[in-house]
């Protein structure tokens, strides 16, 4: 079955540093469509973007990630973090565009400091 | 802003005692479905819904039972409830058309199993 994979558990960073979290995938699908969700403390998980274009960069929110079929990644990336950014961020995996039954990572959990 | 409510939000259960936890959306979505987030797991699809009187298996069904008998409410039922059950659950519902691709969650319940 599908898979993703986020290998960092925890990033900890200080505030105005850039922060990259790793996602990778697994599929038998040749047109997977990747997802960022990111859930805040005592909070649900929202969409924060997605994508299904190869080799295309995807921005909301002052993050970014592409989409690399050929490596089967899909890393999230921010310039600058802010205390804001501290949060659960979930890394997923559909085979539609409705963004339907997704596979979630484990998650990495982000904690900026000052 | 899509809506999907849950109830309860807390609830504490015995072993081998019946849970029923229940999720409304006003999103006239026709996919439900049913999580549950754990430490070092992530989220994980216990059922989901492609509509009103249809349930399917996800990738952790065992133990649990859903219903959906409208479009707006969609219901997880633990039989016989164990601690492994421990956990937040989460529903969240999502338009299969693609033209809305994103997956909205309630706010959580959080299940005690003693």
């Known amino acids: 079955g599908d898979s993703v994979t986020q290998t960092e558990g925890l990033v ?10 790793n996602c990778t995938y697994q599929t038998i699908y040749s047109n997977p469509f990747l997802f960022w969700y990111v859930q805040h403390l005592n909070e649900s998980p929202r969409l924060l973007l997605k994508s299904f274009t190869d080799n295309k960069r995807t921005e909301h929110q002052g993050f970014h990630a592409t989409l690399h079929k050929s490596s089967s990644s899909f890393h999230l990336q921010k310039s600058s973090a802010q205390l804001s950014d501290s949060a659960l ?26 | ?70 479009q707006e409410n969609f219901s997880l039922i633990l039989e016989l409830a164990t601690p492994s059950q ?9 338009d299969a058309t693609g033209l809305h691709d994103t997956q909205y969650f309630g706010p959580g319940t959080r299940l005690l199993v003693l």
């Open chain 1, 12 to 21: 900890t960073l200080t505030e105005g540093l850039p922060v990259m979290l």
């Open chain 1, 89 to 114: 961020y979930y890394c997923a995996l559909s085979e539609d565009f409705a963004g339907n039954k997704l596979t979630f990572g484990i998650g990495t959990r982000v904690l900026v400091r000052p």
């Open chain 2, 1 to 70: 802003e899509a809506a999907v409510t849950q109830s309860p939000r807390n609830k504490v259960a015995v072993t081998g005692g019946k849970v029923t936890l229940s999720c409304n959306q006003t999103n006239n979505h026709n996919n439900m479905y049913w999580y549950r987030q754990d430490t070092g797991h992530g989220l994980r699809l216990i059922h989901y819904s492609y509509g009103a009187g249809s349930t399917e298996k996800g990738d952790i069904p065992d133990g649990y039972k859903a219903s959906r008998p409208s």
């Open chain 2, 86 to 94: 421990t956990s937040v659950y989460f529903c969240a519902s999502g």
